[in-house]
């Protein structure tokens, strides 16, 4: 099966509101997790990582939460503006050891005036 | 913030021809790659060189090849397109961060459809 994959392939809301993206892993040694960002038309861009032995991180307007007991990773975004509006990727280090990142099936986030 | 180049921004070809997708970064990372990505589907790994001289083949299997003659410059091709060839590819590079995992910079890709 896949090693990370996310919960829901779509997520609307309304502007202001804020966004909880969800992804599961299977592999319990993975030990680095990031997550990505793809507007319309180009390349996936970094928004915020965290390692195995953290459970939150917060940057700004984001939070990356990871909890290992379940696998699960999410990513939430506070007070979502339409420049949100995205498809979201999360990744994990190659559960091998070659450090190369594994991506998931991605969300797609919808803001809605 | 890295800076990364991939040309051209979109190619339509017809079956049998033979192209190469470029891809130039600015910023000497030793790191880059080759995705294949699938609109709205995850990236999948076909190619990486971590410095000149230096390829690998990823993890899906992909009938394109590349070569990493210099540092900045990493380009993908394909000896006779085929239509299920048809696909973005996404051209990334990385620094390193001392130990661990690198954080990937991606070009804006490369929509090739194959008629």
């Known amino acids: 099966g896949e090693s990370v994959g996310l919960h829901l392939p779509t997520l609307s809301v309304q502007e202001g509101d804020n966004s909880i993206i969800n992804c599961a892993y299977s592999?319990?040694?993975?030990?680095?997790f990031i997550w990505y960002k793809q507007e319309s038309g180009k390349g996936p861009q970094f928004i915020i990582d965290?390692?195995?032995?953290?459970d939150k991180r917060q940057g700004q307007r984001v939070t990356v939460l990871l909890n290992k007991t379940v696998k699960h990773l999410s990513l939430q975004i506070a007070a979502t503006q339409p420049g949100d509006s995205a498809v979201y990727f999360c990744?994990?280090?190659?559960?091998?050891?070659?450090?190369?990142?594994?991506f998931g099936k991605g969300t797609k986030l919808t803001v809605n005036p | 913030e890295a800076d990364i180049y991939q040309t051209p921004r979109y190619l339509v070809i017809g079956t049998g021809k033979k192209i190469t997708l470029e891809c130039s970064q600015t910023?000497?990372?030793?790191?880059m790659y080759w995705y294949q990505q699938d609109p709205g589907m995850e990236l999948h790994l076909i190619h990486y060189?971590?410095?000149?001289?230096?390829?690998e083949k990823g993890d899906l299997s992909s009938e394109s090849t590349v070569s990493r003659i210099r540092t900045e410059h990493f380009p993908l091709t394909l000896e006779s397109a085929r239509p299920s060839h048809t696909s973005q590819y996404l051209c990334?590079?990385?620094?390193?961060?001392?130990?661990?995992?690198?954080?990937?910079?991606f070009g804006s890709g490369t929509q090739l459809s194959v008629l």
């Open positions: 990334a590079s990385s620094v390193e961060r001392g130990a661990g995992p690198e954080k990937l910079f």
């Open positions: 592999n319990s040694a993975s030990d680095y």
């Open positions: 965290i390692r195995s032995n953290m």
């Open positions: 990744a994990e280090t190659d559960p091998g050891g070659s450090e190369k990142l594994v």
């Open positions: 910023m000497g990372h030793d790191k």
């Open positions: 060189s971590y410095g000149v001289n230096s390829t």
